[in-house]
């Protein structure tokens, strides 16, 4: 294409589309006699154009430009208008979007290190279990639960205002005990490695933290467990009710989760994080790292 041929293309994209519009929306409205003039100038100008005429669609598109704004001024829209119903539209997308499919979600505690730092910023798949209203907060859809081992984003059930993101321990019908770094699910241990030494910097209270770290398997998860021997640790017994389910942070001593306020219902469940699609710590700035990290 030549350097004539696409600023005239340029030039033409409004034109054409508003012509296409008209054609399309009025030809059961009006009669045929009456859109054949913008039928035959649309039509020379695409013809001329096709064959690289630059002349001759010059004078066609001016000629296509000149009845839109005269006798056909009255069916169609402003480009002010035609611009502002693209955005409404693609807001509307935008919102469907976050309210029934994906929503992006930024994690302000240590609670998940070392799955997730403070700083990351994840994608929730508000899919994976159905379709919930987030107005009424009711799942009106269901086609799959959580599992053991995922990570979920949930509205906290004593605090309604803030979303909380935890590990679902247990489902409903089990029964859960937490004996120092061991839990144990309807009286079986979750595998666990053995402990190495590990430390992290607290950006809550600006200050490292030492502790032990343990690869553990849950369902189809595998992740590591932060934990630190030296405090005291009361054993907890739980049993899940009936939709209901049992979460933790990953890092144990630096969590507040069922343990402490009980189950998340099923109808707070908001979706399953996805991945991380932007990291940045107050310590160490950007984080290129993390960007694409699946959560497991």
Known sequence: ??????????????????ARRILKRWRRRLDAAQLSPLLESLHSFETAFASGAVAEAQTALTDLERKLDGDFAYLRKSALRDWTESLLVALLIALFLRAFVVEAFKIPSGSMIPTLLVGDHIFVNKFSFG?????????IVDWGEPR???????????EPDKDYIKRVIGVPGDRIRVEGE??????????????????????????????????????????????NPSLWHETEEFTVGPGQYFVMGDNRDNSRDSREWGTVPIDNVKGKALAVWWSTGARDGFRFSRIGTFID
């Open 131 to 139: 379709i919930r209203l987030p107005l009424i907060g009711k799942r």
């Open 1 to 18: 294409m030549t350097k004539e041929l696409r600023k005239l293309h340029k030039r033409a994209d409004f034109p054409v589309r508003e």
């Open 148 to 158: 053991r081992g995922d990570v979920i984003v949930f509205v906290a059930p004593h």
């Open 182 to 227: 061991h839990i144990f699910i309807n009286g079986e241990r979750i595998l666990q490695g053995e402990p190495q030494p590990y430390a992290y910097f607290d950006e809550t209270r600006q200050a490292e933290q030492k502790c032990l770290k343990y690869q553990a398997a849950l369902g189809q998860a595998q992740f590591v467990i932060l934990y």
